[in-house]
């Protein structure tokens, strides 16, 4: 599996879009790119994954450089509740191992 | 439709005694992950079974920590003789056949070796 390179922190103003940055370079063409969160004291949540397209859900935007190499994960509008750890992770699960690598993340803070 | 279940939420052991913790995954889904975080550390997978079989327990410590998935029933991770160290929040996971989209997590175990 890639290897991937987030901040390890950032802060965003409540109701400003947060964009959290990844850096995958070694990405291979199957693998896709998924994003958790984990909320103080939590199980990790899943958010969003994509292959090459732009993905939306009710929760996120997953915006992917064309290249592949490198994506951010958009929070419209950041709520304290948002605060937490967010994971970037980069995985084929038809050819690779089940399991998902976690690596430190970027703690994100969401300031009132 | 419940989520991945996890029992109990706390669990304090003395050292030396055993530690079983559950994970009821959710309905549909067979195949069960574990993961230990120790304090202010990330996530670290453990193993990974199917009903009845251990299909990867590369992260696995060596000694005195065991894990099943039965036919019928939860999926128990086992710690025999546990020691200060083991003290962790141990979390579950559970996925349909193949984890295309990831998987769902429980809200874990927390583990107070005293």
């Known amino acids: 599996d890639a290897k991937t390179t987030q901040p390890p922190s950032m802060d965003c103003a409540e109701g400003r879009a947060a964009n959290l940055p990844c850096n995958h370079s070694t990405i291979s063409g199957n693998e896709y790119v998924y994003w958790y969160r984990q909320i103080h004291s939590q199980g990790p949540q899943y958010i969003i994954h994509?292959?090459?397209n732009n993905e939306t859900n009710e929760m996120a935007s997953l915006i992917i450089t064309e290249d592949r190499k490198s994506s951010t994960l958009i929070l419209p509008h950041a709520t304290l509740r948002d605060t937490a750890v967010y994971y970037c992770i980069v995985k084929n699960f038809q050819t690779g191992a089940n399991n998902l690598f976690f690596g430190t993340g970027t703690r994100l803070t969401v300031i009132p | 439709n419940a989520g991945v279940m996890q029992n109990p939420r706390h669990l304090v052991r003395r050292r030396g005694q055993e530690a079983r913790l559950r994970c009821s995954p959710m309905?549909?889904?067979?195949?069960v992950y574990w993961y230990r975080q120790l304090p202010e550390e990330g996530l670290k997978f453990m193993v990974y079974l199917q009903k009845e079989n251990i299909i990867d327990e590369s992260g696995m410590p060596k000694e005195r920590f065991s894990a099943e998935f039965p036919k019928e029933g939860p999926s128990i991770l086992r710690i025999q003789q546990v020691v200060r160290g083991d003290s962790a929040a141990y979390f579950c996971?559970?996925?349909?056949?193949?984890?295309?989209?990831?998987?769902?997590f429980g809200s874990g175990t927390r583990l107070t070796v005293v």
């Open positions: 996971a559970s996925s349909p056949q193949r984890a295309n989209y990831g998987y769902t």
């Open positions: 309905k549909g889904h067979s195949h």
């Open positions: 994509g292959l090459k």
